[in-house]
């Protein structure tokens, strides 16, 4: 007789071979690794090293939470008798920021990967396969994978979270209650945020003509991701703003999901703000139009995108020449000097705009820079006025200073397309050193223009022409310091080597970036709005930057000729060189 | 003058090319034919200096081209088997940065890029990401990047892949002009007929070695027969009509 479990494995066996699950597999396969028209832009991360990197933010912030809810803790604190989820309510709206942060921001990474694309058309279309099975087992794998990383997302959380909240109570059922809560809510909200960029997406598919799509889609990726950073990064000043005003005071709350959600969960635990009851009423109707609009807005993108491949494939560009600027003639002239630069130059440019891996990375980076530096705008707004500027007036623009100079040498490690390099193999000469000299400028420009052009007239038009121009000239000084120091010993050209492997001197890398943001955002303007209030107490500058100059600029000399030469693969020193002399 | 003198390469003590060497004079266009896994491609590394041998070396006039890698360069136009170019630029901002980074004057370059991109017939597209292109486009552009400086030396690995026939007829025509005009150009291909039409000599491998060596006329004289039943003589002994016959059988066993 057969068993039960070798009858399910044959159904099984036959229903996985079936035309849409094996077309199930396919798409699936295809949102994990990338798809649209163009080539695989070498940043391949694979399945299980993707899905470890997303659950790893909420486990890590689940355990520093163990922390604040340690029993000894609070009753060394003097805390007895507390209301747990009362405590936690900030804790879980932060979870539900990071989720909805991480999900919406994976799908925004595979915005182009989410609809069938050309080569599935090419593909797929030719076979004897119906259209429907193609749109439903597309939008299966869509689903399956929004399901898929709300519980990676989430699951560290959804165990580690209720355990610290739950340490200090004796009821087991408290822990059951508060995990399947906290897991419907943080499960909802990742959904939630998955559906809303699907919806999007689909929206703008099927409103904009294919080329307008392709150019506005850029900037719609970035404005999301943006979006989210900046709900990730207030999710800790939210929750407090909506228990201590009331919801007519701030009437925007009601257009954050997040807070929805958040309501909800306050509403399942039984709380009473009035302002969190009216927002939790939104959760769920929000969903199911979210759905709805998904669905919607899928169905009739599919029908105008892919079903219209074809006729769109021939149709040859009408993008103009855009003219060339007389100021990036002079540019071209006076700053990128050799062929190398002037090459190199325009096509690192363009790949941090048009790569959409560089380009989000970027956004995201810089969005947690502008997210902070607009903090310190509302600090320097309540701070006291005086005579000179205040720390937090002079931080802004060093935050985004050092955001910008971390973010883009973040981003030159990035790959793309390696086996494209081959080009720059045989064009360039590895003996040239100008690597860094070109790095340097890209990071520059990105800084400089609106320096001059932003910065200072704000600065003039507040605080006076010379507090402006000792303050522009000192950022300015410490932005190239702080370059020259991020490029120590760089000698790639960015992005055509392929991704660095963990090495161990990572660890000292983070920490030597978390000290350098003290130094340079947060210690450099105390010293600065000090020293303004007598400006020429300024010249205390100049040693501290001649120190900052010397010190890259020695290592940098003590490297032997072979260190210096252009590499386009990082090889880890090895511990015993094989001479092969057998070869 | 290329010469390639007892030229090796070894990966992990495997063998991919062993001792092979030849001659490319001004105004000779070389054939280098072999069935897959014969070292072409790797010959080809080595040639244009993107691979160091294990032994020998790749001499231009007598210089070892390692000894100045970037004036050597200067001198080559390459196109590689596969089209891998940056999908987010559009043809002409390709074009444009391998000119500047060849250091072509930036008067000529705006020129002869526009040119040439007329003449493969590319112009209409030349402001069209490279990732909408399809593969005869791309290979096109290739092709450009590798005419554009007017190097001497010209090395062609699988040139035609994805043209369309005018552009392929325009290219075997090309490749006789220019070995007429006294360049040095290498073409590997899997293509045997148009080795036979545009290559004056050939070179045969199998197995990383050299098979076989001469001019296209005489190999035809010495074995009195098409280059391709010679490559099938000299390379794989195979029988290609019971072969295709068997594939036949089992489509219909099927």
């Not at chain 2, 790797?42 to 007598?62: H, I, N, S």
């Not at chain 2, 195979?238 to 068997?246: E, G, H, I, N, Y």
Request: charged share 15%; hydrophobic share 50%; proline share 5%.
């Amino acid at each position: 007789m057969t068993s039960p479990f070798e009858v399910f494995r044959q159904w099984w066996d036959y229903y996985r071979e079936r035309q849409f699950w094996r077309l199930f597999r396919i798409f699936v396969a295809r949102i994990f690794r990338g798809g649209g028209d163009s080539d695989s832009e070498g940043l391949d991360l694979g399945v299980g090293l993707v899905l470890t990197l997303l659950a790893l933010p909420g486990g890590f912030v689940s355990v520093l939470m163990f922390v604040k809810y340690s029993t000894l803790l609070s009753w060394m604190r003097g805390a007895r008798n507390i209301n747990p989820a009362a405590v936690a309510m900030p804790d879980e709206y932060f979870f539900i920021a990071l989720s909805m942060a991480v999900t919406g921001t994976v799908a925004v990474w595979r915005w182009d990967a989410l609809f069938p694309d050309r080569r599935d058309y090419m593909n797929l279309v030719p076979q004897p396969i119906s259209t429907w099975t193609i749109f439903f087992a597309n939008l299966f794998a869509v689903l399956f994978l929004a399901s898929l990383i709300s519980i990676d997302v989430n699951a560290a959380s959804s165990v580690l979270f209720p355990l610290g909240v739950g340490a200090a109570q004796t009821s087991f059922l408290f822990f059951v209650k508060f995990a399947l809560v906290h897991v419907l809510i943080v499960g909802l909200a990742s959904i939630f945020a998955f559906l809303a960029v699907l919806s999007l997406l689909g929206f703008l598919l099927v409103v904009l003509p294919p080329r307008v799509f392709r150019r506005i889609s850029q900037y719609a990726r970035v404005l999301v991701v943006m979006y989210f950073v900046t709900m990730l990064s207030t999710s800790f000043a939210i929750p407090e703003r909506l228990q201590r005003l009331s919801l007519d005071a701030q009437a925007w709350l009601t257009l954050l999901p997040s807070c929805w959600f958040l309501g909800m969960w306050q509403s399942l635990h039984g709380g009473s703000s009035p302002s969190l009851v009216v927002l939790g009423r939104l959760a769920l109707p929000g969903l199911a139009v979210m759905f709805a609009a998904a669905f919607s807005v899928y169905a009739l993108g599919y029908r105008r995108h892919f079903l219209r491949i074809p006729e769109m494939a021939d149709i040859p560009s009408n993008r103009r020449e855009g003219k060339a600027s007389p100021f990036l003639g002079w540019f071209d002239r006076l700053i990128l000097r050799t062929p190398f630069q002037r090459g190199c130059f325009h096509f690192v440019w363009r790949t941090l705009f048009r790569s959409e891996a560089h380009r989000l990375a970027l956004a995201a980076i810089a969005g947690l820079g502008l997210v902070l530096g607009l903090q310190f705008l509302a600090a320097a707004q309540n701070s006291a006025r005086g005579s000179a500027p205040s720390a937090d007036a002079l931080a802004i623009p060093f935050v985004l200073v050092f955001f910008i100079v971390v973010g883009v040498r973040l981003v030159f490690e990035i790959p793309v397309d390696v086996r494209s390099n081959w080009i720059f193999r045989l064009t360039l000469d590895a003996g040239q050193h100008e690597c860094r000299a070109l790095a340097r400028n890209v990071i520059l420009t990105f800084i400089v223009p609106w320096l001059v052009l932003i910065a200072l007239p704000l600065y003039t038009y507040f605080y006076g022409w010379i507090v402006a121009s000792l303050h522009t000239l000192l950022v300015a000084a410490w932005s190239v310091l702080l370059t020259q120091a991020v490029l120590i010993r760089f000698r790639k050209l960015p992005f055509t080597c392929p991704l660095p492997v963990f090495q161990q001197h990572s660890i000292v890398t983070l920490l030597g970036t978390l000290f350098g943001f003290f130094l340079f955002a947060l210690l450099t303007p105390q010293i600065e709005s000090w020293a303004l209030s007598e400006p020429l107490r300024m010249i205390f500058f100049l040693p501290a930057a001649v120190v900052f100059w010397y010190v890259p600029h020695r290592i940098e000399e003590s490297s032997i000729e072979v260190e210096k030469g252009l590499i386009f693969e990082e090889v880890p020193t090895r511990a015993v060189e094989v001479l092969r002399l057998g070869d | 003058m290329l010469e390639a003198l007892h030229l090796t390469k070894r990966y992990a003590s495997l063998p991919a090319v062993q001792d092979l060497s030849f001659t490319l004079r001004p105004g000779q266009v070389l054939g280098c034919l072999g069935p897959n896994g014969s070292g072409k491609s790797t010959t080809v590394k080595m040639l244009t200096g993107l691979l160091e041998p294990t032994r020998g070396v790749v001499q231009l006039y007598g210089q070892d081209i390692r000894h100045d890698l970037p004036g050597f360069r200067k001198r080559l136009g390459y196109v590689p088997e596969e089209a891998h170019l940056y999908p987010y630029l559009t043809g002409w901002e390709y074009l444009e940065m391998i000119a500047t980074l060849r250091g072509m004057p930036r008067t000529k370059l705006a020129i002869t890029i526009d040119s040439l991109l007329e003449l493969f017939s590319m112009h209409p597209h030349r402001f069209a990401s490279i990732g909408s292109y399809s593969k005869g486009m791309r290979q096109r552009i290739l092709l450009i990047a590798a005419l554009m400086d007017n190097p001497d030396i010209f090395i062609f690995d699988e040139p035609l892949s994805g043209l369309d026939v005018t552009s392929a007829l325009i290219f075997k025509n090309l490749v006789h002009e220019l070995g007429r005009s006294g360049k040095l150009v290498f073409y590997c291909s899997h293509v045997l007929e148009v080795v036979e039409k545009v290559c004056t000599d050939v070179l045969i491998l199998r197995k990383g070695t050299v098979i076989a060596q001469d001019s296209v006329i005489n190999i035809r004289k010495i074995l009195g027969q098409s280059l391709e039943n010679t490559f099938l003589h000299l390379v794989d002994d195979v029988d290609t009509a019971r072969v295709a016959s068997d594939i036949v059988s089992v489509m219909s066993a099927a």
